[in-house]
């Protein structure tokens, strides 16, 4: 059954640094989304894509995140200059869209740790 | 303001006993409602949804329900096995959008 799949699992910063968290989405889903989980907190919605461009963003997601679609394949979510609350598990996710109703379907994450 | 709510935070119990996960939510105008599983250090599985229109929907030994007027879904697990061991979220969209809200979850753990 095709996947979303994230990379790397597990990322180790030095606070201040930029990280990239990388998504390779469902090939024929069209609706990407980046959500989190602070350890021992609930999973949050960070930003929507769709067609190009975002198209929700949640109060987290400040100018201090972005993402992009570089190719036709891979979904990136870019932290320019971390902070330690950034510390958690980033998880990608995508739907096939069409309706409302198309389920999500997550990656395992990338655990980000900043120090 | 769409809340989630799951009880119990947090379930213990022997292996072949049927279940119930309870999943609660503040506004009533929804779409649907996602059950996931998490297992540790992972991503989270798609396990149910349930659309706004339907009042269940089965999968092996998995029932979901839903009663939208009264803001709650409970998921059914049949004959648990150790494997069921995880955390469960339920999580709904806000109107119009792809913006999941998720519970807090609760943690199984099925003891052999």
């Known amino acids: 059954e095709p996947e979303v799949t994230q990379t790397p699992s597990h990322q180790v910063t030095q606070m201040g640094q930029e990280v990239i968290l990388r998504c390779v989405p469902i090939s024929n889903h069209l609706y990407f989304y980046w959500y989190r989980q602070i350890l021992g907190q609930k999973v949050e919605f960070l930003v929507s894509f769709y067609n190009n461009e975002i198209s929700e963003k949640s109060e987290i997601f400040d100018d201090q995140f972005s993402v992009e679609r570089p190719d036709g394949s891979n979904f990136t979510l870019k932290i320019r200059s971390t902070k330690l609350e950034d510390s958690a598990m980033y998880f990608c996710?995508?739907?096939?869209?069409?309706?409302?109703?198309?389920?999500?379907?997550f990656g395992n994450g990338t655990r980000l740790t900043v120090t | 303001k769409q809340e989630v709510t799951q009880i119990p935070a947090a379930l213990s119990v022997p292996e072949g006993e049927n279940l119930v996960l309870n999943c609660s939510f503040t506004d009533s105008a929804i779409y649907n409602l996602q059950w996931f599983r998490q297992d540790p250090g992972k991503g989270l599985t798609s396990l149910l949804l349930?659309?706004?229109?339907?009042r269940e929907q089965t999968s092996g030994r998995l029932n979901a329900s839903l009663d939208k007027s009264s803001g709650r879904s409970t998921l059914y697990i049949a004959a648990s096995q150790p494997g069921d061991s995880a955390t469960y979220l339920c999580a709904v969209p806000l109107p119009g959008t792809y913006k999941y809200i998720f519970g807090t979850g609760t943690r199984l753990k099925v003891l052999a």
């Open positions: 349930i659309q706004s229109s339907q």
């Open positions: 996710a995508s739907t096939h869209g069409g309706s409302y109703n198309s389920p999500l379907h």
